[in-house]
C-alpha cells in the first residue's frame, strides 16, 4: 500500500535564508493587522461591554426580520441589531447597554419579551451588567499576560533565555495576527474569544517547543555546525511532523465549524486562523530564524549527552546529501 | 523503551480499563444508577448550555447595606445621648456616609464625645481582636462630631448579609420544586444561582428579584394622599404606590409597622371562597398574632395597608378585630403571582437588596440543538483523523487511532468521575485533543522514520525513536497544559468546561503516549520481529 506523504522525505528548504522574506512579510502584516485594530477595533460582544443578546426563533416560518426591526425600534431602548443566525427562524437581536444601572438591562428584556410575545421561543437570553463585563474583560486580559509570563518562565527554565525571548516574539506575533484577523472579519469578540487566543498561545508554542527541542539536541550533538545550518537542518527534520499534526488539527477543527453549531463558531473560525494557520506559519518562520538574531549557539560548550552516538551516527540526511550545495547557496 | 514486564503491562491497561470504567454509569438512566453503591454513582454533568437552564448572579446593594446600618446608627445615637440626659444644637442626622450630631459646647461635651465613642466596638468581637474597630468617632471642632462606620465594618456586614441570603434563596428555590439548582457565594458580595431545565426563568428571577420584606402599617388618613405629595407629608408618614392594572394610586401611609413578615409562621396560595380571587392566606406567630390583634382592635374602621418591599398591595379596612392570628392578602393576584407571594413570605424576607447583575438564561431547544451539533462535530472529526492517519500511517496508523480513542474513553471516564460539567466549549475541547493526541503519534513516528533515515535497523530505530520523541511530547504539552490551567482559574462557565477537557486530555494524552502507545509497539514487535518499519 502506498502511504499518503504530505512532505516529502530529506527537504532541504533554506528557512534561515527565507527570513529576508519571511521577516519583513511578517512584520508588514503585523503593522496592517494593528493599524486595522485601531481604524476597525473588535467587534466586542456583551460578555465585554455589556447589553443584552437574545436569540429567538420564530413559530410560523422563517422571521420577518424587518418587521421585527420596527417593532423593537418603537420600545426606545438604542440601538437595536437584528441578524439572522445560524438559519432563517432564528434571530439575533442585540441591545446596547442601557443606561440606568443594572436594573434597566432586565427591564429591557422584559420590554421586548413584551413587544415580540409568544410569537417567537425565546432560545437563550443573555444580560451582561456593566460591572460584570468590566471584570470579564480585567481578567480576560490579565489571562493572555499570565499565560504568557507563565509559559516564558518554564521555557526559560527548560532551555536558555534566548529560547524564551524567540518564543515570546512569536506568541506575540500570532495574538496580534490573531486581533487582527477578528478586526477584519469584525467576529464577536467574547470569553470564547480569549479561550481561543489562549489555546492558539499553548498551541502554536507547542510547535515552537517540538522545533526548539530539535534544535537544543542538535547544539548538543553537533558542535561545530553553523547556526544557520543547525536551524536549518532542524526546521527541515520536524517539517514533516509540523504539517502532518496541522493537517490533522485543522481536519478536526473544520469538524467542529461545519457541524459544531454557531455557538462556537466564532471560537472555532479564529482558532483556524490562528492554531492551525498563523501558528504554524510563526513556529517554522519566525520563531526558529529569530533565534540567528538572539545569540543562540555562540560559545557553546556542551559536553555531547551520548559521545558514542556521534561517532557511530552519520550525521543527519540534509547536510550530508547536499553540503556543497548548502554552503554554496549561503 | 521497548520492553515491558507482565507486571507493568498489566497496571498499564489496568490503569486504563478502571479509568474508562467511571463511563459506565453515563450508560444507564439516572434511576438506575442510584442503587449502586455511592462510589459508583459519579456521572458526567451537562452544562447548563447544553441542557438548557438558568444561570444567575446577584449582588448586594452595598448602598443599601449602608443606609440600613446608618439609619440604624442615627438611632443608637438619639438613644445614647437621650439616656446620658445629653441635650444637642442640632439633632443626629445622616450625612455624607456617617452620622453627624452637634453637641453643645462646654463641660457636657467630653462626656457626650467619650459615651459616643463607646459605641464602637471591636471588629469581628473582642477575641479576635485585630485592632479594627466598627466605627469612627471623630471631633469636627466646633461641637460636631461626626460617626462613620468603617469599611472593614461595612465589609464584614456585607458578607454576613450574603452569608444570611444564601439559605433564603435557597429555599425559595426548592420551593419551585427543580432539579439540582445550585446557589453559591461568590467572593464577598455575590451569589450565583444556577438552575438547570427551568422553562420559565421569568418566575425565577421574579423570584430573586425581591427582598420581600413585608410590613402592615396603619394608612394615614389625616390628610389625603394627593395633598401629602403636593404638600409635605406628616414626619411620621411617606406616600407608597398601590398597584392596580396599568395605574399606581397613591396612599399616605405610617413609616411605623405594625407587625412584620419575620413574625408570619406560614403563608399558603389559595382561593378567596366567594369571589374565587387567587388569595395568600397567612399565620401569624405568638408574638406577631398578639401584636396583631391589638393593633385591629383599636383601629376597627380604619383602613391599613399591606406593603411589600416599597410596595402597597393592598389597603382593605379593618371590619372586625383579627385576633386568630391569621388572616388572608387579596389584591389583584393571578394564579401565580399568589404562588410567588407565597413562596416569598414563607422564605422569608432577605436582609438586604440583591441585584442581577448576569444572567445568562438556555432555552431547552437551543440545549438540545448544540448536544446535536456537539455529536455531529465530534464524529465528523474522529472519522477524518482516524481515516488521514490511516491514509498517512497504515498499521502504524491504526495503532494512533487505537491510542486516541482509549485516550478519549480516558478523558470520558476522568469527567464522569469528577462529575464534571461538559458545556459545548468543553466538547471543542475533546475534539481538539484528538489533534493533540494524534500528535504525540505523528512526533513518534516522524522520529522513527528519520532514525530508519539515518540506518538504524528497524527495532533500534523505533526505541531510538520512542527515547527521543517522548522528552519532546512532555515539553511542548506542557505549553499547552499552563494555557489550560490559566483559562480554568479566569474562565466562568462554558468556557472553564473548554479549559477543564483540555487539561484533562493533556494529562490522558501523555499517559497514552508514554504507555498505551509503546505497550501496543512492543507487542507488535515482539510478534513480528520486523526487519523494516512499515512507514
Do not use: C
Amino acid at each position: 500500500m502506498r502511504l499518503l506523504r504530505i512532505v516529502p522525505d530529506n527537504t532541504n528548504f533554506d528557512f534561515i535564508r527565507f527570513r529576508r522574506v519571511s521577516f519583513p512579510v511578517s512584520a508588514l502584516l503585523s503593522i496592517l493587522a494593528i493599524v486595522l485594530y485601531f481604524t476597525h477595533g473588535l467587534n466586542f460582544g456583551i460578555d465585554f461591554i455589556g447589553g443584552t443578546l437574545i436569540e429567538v426563533q420564530s413559530k410560523a416560518g422563517p422571521a420577518d426580520i424587518a418587521k421585527m426591526r420596527t417593532t423593537l425600534n418603537e420600545l426606545g431602548l438604542g440601538e437595536v441589531q437584528l441578524q439572522e443566525f445560524g438559519g432563517p427562524e432564528n434571530v439575533l437581536i442585540r441591545l446596547a447597554q442601557q443606561p440606568g444601572g443594572e436594573q434597566a438591562q432586565q427591564a429591557a428584556v422584559q420590554k421586548v419579551q413584551g413587544a415580540l410575545g409568544d410569537a417567537v421561543d425565546y432560545r437563550r437570553v443573555e444580560v451582561v451588567g456593566p460591572r460584570v463585563s468590566g471584570e470579564l474583560l480585567h481578567w480576560g486580559i490579565i489571562g493572555i499576560f499570565v499565560a504568557i509570563g507563565a509559559i516564558l518562565i518554564y521555557l526559560w527554565f527548560r532551555f536558555e533565555w534566548q529560547f524564551a525571548l524567540g518564543a515570546m516574539i512569536a506568541n506575540v506575533h500570532d495574538i496580534v495576527l490573531t486581533l487582527g484577523f477578528m478586526s477584519i472579519t469584525q467576529i464577536d469578540f467574547d470569553l470564547t474569544s480569549i479561550a481561543a487566543l489562549l489555546t492558539i498561545l499553548g498551541y502554536s508554542l507547542n510547535d515552537t517547543v517540538v522545533i526548539y527541542d530539535r534544535i537544543r539536541e542538535m547544539l548538543r550533538r553537533y558542535k561545530k555546525m553553523p547556526m544557520p545550518e543547525l536551524l536549518n537542518v532542524s526546521i527541515n527534520a520536524t517539517l514533516s511532523r509540523s504539517v502532518i499534526t496541522h493537517v490533522t488539527v485543522l481536519l478536526a477543527l473544520m469538524a467542529l465549524l461545519l457541524f459544531g453549531g454557531q455557538a462556537i463558531h466564532s471560537f472555532t473560525a479564529t482558532m483556524m486562523f490562528g492554531a492551525a494557520l498563523v501558528g504554524t506559519y510563526t513556529s517554522v518562520f519566525i520563531a526558529s530564524p529569530i533565534l540567528i538574531y538572539l545569540g543562540v549557539g555562540t560559545g557553546r560548550q556542551y559536553v555531547p549527552d551520548a559521545p558514542e552516538e556521534v561517532a557511530v551516527e552519520s550525521p543527519p540526511t540534509v547536510p550530508t546529501r547536499t553540503p556543497a550545495h548548502a554552503r554554496a547557496r549561503r | 523503551m521497548l520492553y515491558f514486564s507482565r507486571a507493568k503491562a498489566a497496571a498499564i491497561l489496568l490503569t486504563a480499563l478502571v479509568v474508562i470504567g467511571f463511563t459506565v454509569p453515563n450508560f444507564f438512566s439516572e434511576q438506575t444508577v442510584k442503587s449502586w453503591p455511592a462510589w459508583a454513582q459519579r456521572r458526567l454533568v451537562l452544562g447548563l448550555d447544553l441542557q438548557g437552564g438558568s444561570h444567575i448572579l446577584m449582588e448586594v446593594d452595598r448602598n443599601d447595606i449602608i443606609k440600613q446600618r446608618l439609619d440604624a446608627l442615627r438611632d443608637e445615637v438619639v438613644r445614647t445621648l437621650r439616656e446620658a440626659r445629653i441635650t444637642w444644637a442640632n439633632a443626629p442626622a445622616v450625612r455624607g456616609g456617617g452620622v453627624e450630631v452637634r453637641l453643645r459646647e462646654g463641660a457636657d461635651f467630653s462626656t457626650a464625645f467619650a459615651k459616643l465613642r463607646g459605641l464602637s466596638q471591636p471588629l469581628g468581637g473582642v477575641l479576635q481582636g485585630n485592632g479594627m474597630r466598627t466605627l469612627d468617632v471623630v471631633d469636627a471642632g466646633g461641637g460636631l462630631v461626626r460617626i462613620t462606620p468603617t469599611d472593614a465594618a461595612t465589609l464584614e456586614r456585607t458578607r454576613q448579609t450574603i452569608d444570611q441570603s444564601v439559605p433564603i434563596i435557597e429555599k425559595r428555590i426548592n420551593e419551585l420544586g427543580l432539579v439540582e439548582p445550585t446557589v453559591q457565594r461568590q467572593g464577598t458580595d455575590r451569589i450565583l444561582v444556577q438552575v438547570p431545565g427551568l422553562g420559565d426563568p421569568r418566575r425565577l428571577l421574579e423570584l430573586l428579584g425581591r427582598t420581600a420584606k413585608l410590613e402592615f402599617r396603619m394608612v394615614d388618613s389625616s390628610m389625603s394622599a394627593q395633598d401629602a405629595l403636593q404638600g409635605r407629608a406628616p414626619s411620621d408618614s411617606e406616600v407608597l404606590y398601590e398597584k392596580q392594572g396599568d395605574q399606581r394610586i397613591p396612599v399616605l401611609v405610617k413609616k411605623q409597622a405594625l407587625v412584620e413578615g419575620a413574625d408570619l409562621t406560614d403563608a399558603q396560595a389559595s382561593f378567596d371562597q366567594r369571589t374565587g380571587e387567587p388569595i395568600v392566606n397567612f399565620k401569624f406567630n405568638g408574638a406577631g398574632a398578639r401584636r396583631f390583634g391589638r393593633a385591629t382592635q383599636e383601629n376597627v374602621g380604619r383602613p391599613f395597608a399591606i406593603v411589600l418591599d416599597t410596595e402597597v398591595i393592598s389597603a382593605p379596612v379593618i371590619r372586625e378585630p383579627i385576633l386568630g392570628g391569621s388572616g388572608q392578602i387579596s389584591g389583584n393576584f393571578t394564579v401565580e403571582s399568589a404562588n410567588n407571594l407565597a413562596i416569598l413570605l414563607r422564605a422569608g424576607a432577605l436582609p438586604a437588596k440583591l441585584t442581577v447583575i448576569e444572567q445568562r438564561v438556555v432555552g431547552p431547544g437551543l440545549g438540545l440543538d448544540s448536544i446535536k451539533a456537539g455529536e455531529r462535530a465530534s464524529i465528523a472529526g474522529a472519522i477524518l483523523v482516524v481515516v488521514f492517519m490511516l491514509a498517512t500511517y497504515a498499521l502504524f496508523g491504526l495503532f494512533a487511532n487505537i491510542a486516541v480513542a482509549v485516550n478519549v474513553a480516558m478523558i470520558l471516564g476522568v469527567l464522569s468521575f469528577l462529575s464534571a460539567t461538559l458545556t459545548l466549549p468543553g466538547i471543542a475541547g475533546i475534539v481538539l485533543t484528538v489533534g493533540i493526541a494524534v500528535d504525540s503519534n505523528v512526533l513518534i513516528y516522524e522520529r522513527i522514520r528519520e532514525e530508519v533515515r539515518n540506518g538504524r535497523s528497524a527495532i533500534t530505530a523505533i526505541d531510538a525513536g520512542f527515547t527521543r520523541a517522548l522528552a519532546t511530547i512532555l515539553d511542548s504539552n506542557i505549553t499547552t497544559f499552563i494555557a489550560a490551567a490559566v483559562l480554568f482559574f479566569i474562565g466562568t462557565g462554558p468556557v472553564r468546561g473548554f479549559a477543564v477537557t483540555l487539561g484533562i486530555g493533556i494529562i490522558t494524552t501523555l499517559f497514552t503516549a508514554f504507555t498505551m502507545t509503546r505497550l501496543i509497539m512492543a507487542w507488535w514487535v515482539r510478534m513480528v520481529r520486523p526487519q523494516t518499519v512499515p512507514i
